[in-house]
């Protein structure tokens, strides 16, 4: 079965500070990962995704992430945070003998001080 | 019309009561999901439609009911619902059942239950 990790559960940092949220997935085959995000009030919606290809994707916002196939990582990141990146964040990943089945990483709580 | 609309916003409901959760698209989107979403917690899947048939049941509860009526309408039946079911209830849509293709989310409808 696939099964996703977030190292941090609560990080708080400056604005224009760099973030790092990491993301490691357990399953061995053909994966399909994604970063969700969801602000205050506001429905989840996708900051990027990943399938093939460059292993390096860049979303909206200004977010990046990184798919490390030998660390079964998908790691996220922004050089430079702004108070509006005040959200959760949720790693999440379909593997492809589990169809249509997204699993959801247990999220990361960013804050971000002005 | 890019959005998935579900209603009510808010349902309060006992015990002993039957209400019903509705979701509606109409982007043609025909993979259609229902996650249970606690406070503080990562979205949980619980169903999943592909072309109006039933082809997930994350052994959900048989107090919880999905019905797919159409391509455009995506309903969840609650009977005998307990407190512990309160949380947020998720409908997304993707356009098929692929696994590289992103859900877009509705806003939810939060459901307590007395």
């Known amino acids: 079965a696939q099964s996703v990790s977030q190292h941090n559960h609560h990080v708080i940092l400056s604005e224009a500070a760099s973030l790092e949220l990491g993301c490691n997935y357990s399953y061995g085959g053909t994966v399909n990962l994604f970063w969700y995000v969801q602000y205050p009030g506001q429905h989840l919606q996708l900051l990027l995704k990943?399938?093939?290809?460059?292993?390096l994707v860049k979303g909206i916002k200004g977010f990046e992430a990184e798919f490390i196939k030998s660390k079964f990582s998908f790691n996220l990141r922004k050089p430079s945070v702004q108070w509006s990146d005040t959200a959760e964040y949720f790693c999440?990943?379909?593997?492809?003998?589990?169809?249509?089945?997204?699993?959801f990483g247990g999220g990361t709580r960013v804050l971000v001080k002005p | 019309d890019t959005e998935v609309t579900q209603t009510p916003k808010h349902l309060v409901m006992g015990m002993t009561n039957k209400k019903s959760l509705k979701c509606e698209q109409h982007?043609?989107?025909?993979?259609m999901y229902w996650y249970k979403q606690k406070a503080k917690k990562p979205p949980e899947l619980m169903f999943v439609y592909s072309y109006e048939k039933l082809s997930i049941n994350e052994s959900v509860p048989s107090r919880f009911s999905p019905e797919c009526p159409n391509s455009s309408l995506l309903n969840l039946h609650l009977h005998a619902l307990q407190p512990e079911d309160s949380a947020l209830y998720l409908c997304?849509?993707?356009?098929?059942?692929?696994?590289?293709?992103?859900?877009?989310f509705g806003s939810g409808t939060q459901l307590s239950v007395l």
């Open positions: 999440a990943v379909n593997a492809g003998a589990a169809g249509n089945k997204l699993t």
């Open positions: 982007m043609g989107h025909r993979a």
């Open positions: 990943y399938f093939s290809g460059d292993p």
């Open positions: 997304a849509t993707r356009a098929y059942p692929s696994t590289n293709e992103k859900l877009f």
